[in-house]
């Protein structure tokens, strides 16, 4: 819709009640009285505005963007048009991806407001998570996600005035990449303001963050790589806390950082989740038994999550690259096929490479950076919290560090459930 630039406001609930009552659409859906629609905040977001509406009808998500960080408030401004960049990459994902993003009702562009289907019973991933819960779609479904919207917005699928028309279409949210380029690829390794961690246990780990030079060469090469390598359209924040399930359904949400990005800062994102998820496990009230199966079945997701993704990632593309990459004619015949198979194998063992290293960035940044995750948050006790949390960062370092040292996914499985009741020396005093 052509709004005219200019007139954005924010809606909070009688403003956003009449204007919801004027599109004819959403009334429809919602049903015929709007003075009896019930409208609740509900974001627990870290950046924006999210009313649920429910009329006699049927319910729908609101989400506003707000000109500043929500978390911060407004001394932390940051541009409205990141909620374009939502919609945008949202219209991708459903496109690429059908089934597996809320569906789109209406957006207006002035106002920085999306409305989308409302996800009920759905619950953020990361909360159930907590409570111990399993999900069996999720691999299925997040791997199909991920190798689906990675690979039909590379190279490898597009032409390169595609691919290049891609690039451009995101390339203005900048704003939100420098978020992450500060707050994943930088302040968790320097003295920053926002930086916490849980003192004084991780004290001497925070120390040694700021003053690792290799570990300062490796984020920056991380950097370098999110920065640099516009791979394919990335959501660019695929957490836990960006994924909404029930049994049988699994939703992704909140695009936001959507830009062109390298593949495997998507994949190293759910695997960081996982394995923070399966760290923190130790942490909390869990009958044993039911802790033991929960931890199995989070070390078995992170492997399958990379398995699936990279099995259907290559069946795409073994079943038809159309990209302006590996041209078929430079691969005819047997002699060709087979030296394509096999720099499809490498391409995926650099893949994996990228995956472990962000996923590791991932993991110390929600331990020593700005925002924290529920999954160790919610371990009441700090000195029980710090020991979880200090596992986590002896794997990320690892594998920051010794990338070499993961080959494959079942040596990043191995090396955390050998990690699983290791003890750090605070945890003597
Ligand atoms: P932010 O960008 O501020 O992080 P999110 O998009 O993550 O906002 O949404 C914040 C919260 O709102 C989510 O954690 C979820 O609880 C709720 N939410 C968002 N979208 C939907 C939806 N389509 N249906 C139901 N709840 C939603
Ligand atoms: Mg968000």
Redesign the pocket.
């Known amino acids: 819709m052509a709004e005219g630039q200019g007139d954005y406001r924010i809606l909070h609930e009688a403003a956003l009640r009449d204007y919801l009552a004027e599109q004819p659409d959403l009334v429809t859906l919602l049903g015929a009285e709007p003075v009896s629609w019930s409208i609740t905040e509900?974001?627990?977001?870290?950046?924006?505005l999210?009313f649920?509406v429910k009329g006699d009808r049927g319910g729908v998500?609101v989400?506003q963007a707000l000109p500043y960080v929500?978390l911060v408030g407004e001394s932390w401004p940051l541009p409205l048009s990141r909620a374009h960049y939502e919609y945008l990459s949202l219209s991708k994902q459903a496109q690429l991806a059908p089934g597996l993003v809320?569906a789109l009702r209406h957006h207006n562009e002035a106002l920085a407001l999306t409305v989308?289907?409302?996800?009920?019973p759905?619950i953020?991933m990361r909360k159930g998570m907590v409570a111990g819960t399993q999900y069996p779609r999720f691999v299925d479904d997040i791997t199909t996600f991920m190798a689906r919207t990675l690979f039909f917005t590379s190279d490898l699928a597009l032409s390169a005035a595609e691919k290049k028309q891609g690039i451009a279409a995101f390339a203005g949210n900048h704003a939100l990449c420098k978020i992450t380029e500060d707050l994943i690829f930088t302040d968790p390794y320097r003295i920053a303001e926002q930086n916490r961690w849980t003192a004084p246990y991780l004290d001497a780990l925070a120390a040694d963050l700021r003053d690792d030079m290799d570990l300062h060469v490796a984020i920056s090469r991380l950097k370098l790589k999110f920065m640099a390598s516009p791979e394919a359209l990335l959501h660019g924040d695929l957490h836990t806390?960006?994924i909404?399930v029930t049994d049988s359904q699994t939703?992704v949400?909140?695009p936001?950082f959507a830009f062109y990005g390298p593949m495997g800062f998507d994949v190293g994102a759910v695997l960081a989740n996982l394995l923070m998820a399966y760290f923190a496990s130790a942490g909390h009230e869990r009958l044993p038994g039911e802790r033991r199966a929960f931890e199995a079945w989070v070390l078995e997701t992170v492997e399958q999550v990379w398995t699936e993704f990279a099995r259907k990632f290559l069946d795409l593309w073994r079943a038809g690259a159309a990209g302006d990459a590996y041209p078929a004619s430079l691969f005819a015949g047997e002699k060709g096929a087979a030296r394509l198979e096999a720099e499809r194998q490498a391409y995926m063992q650099r893949l994996f490479a990228d995956t472990v290293g962000f996923a590791a960035a991932k993991t110390i940044r929600r331990i020593f950076g700005l925002a924290h995750n529920i999954d160790f948050e919610l371990i009441e006790d700090p000195k029980r919290r710090a020991i979880s949390e200090a596992r986590a960062v002896r794997l990320a370092r690892a594998m920051m560090l010794e990338a070499g040292a993961f080959p494959t996914i079942a040596d990043v499985t191995g090396a955390a459930r050998k990690l699983r009741d290791w003890q750090p020396e605070f945890a003597a005093g």
């Open positions: 509900v974001g627990d977001g870290n950046l924006n999210v649920i998500a989400k929500r809320p989308m289907e409302l996800l009920e759905h953020i806390g960006s909404m939703r949400i909140d936001e």
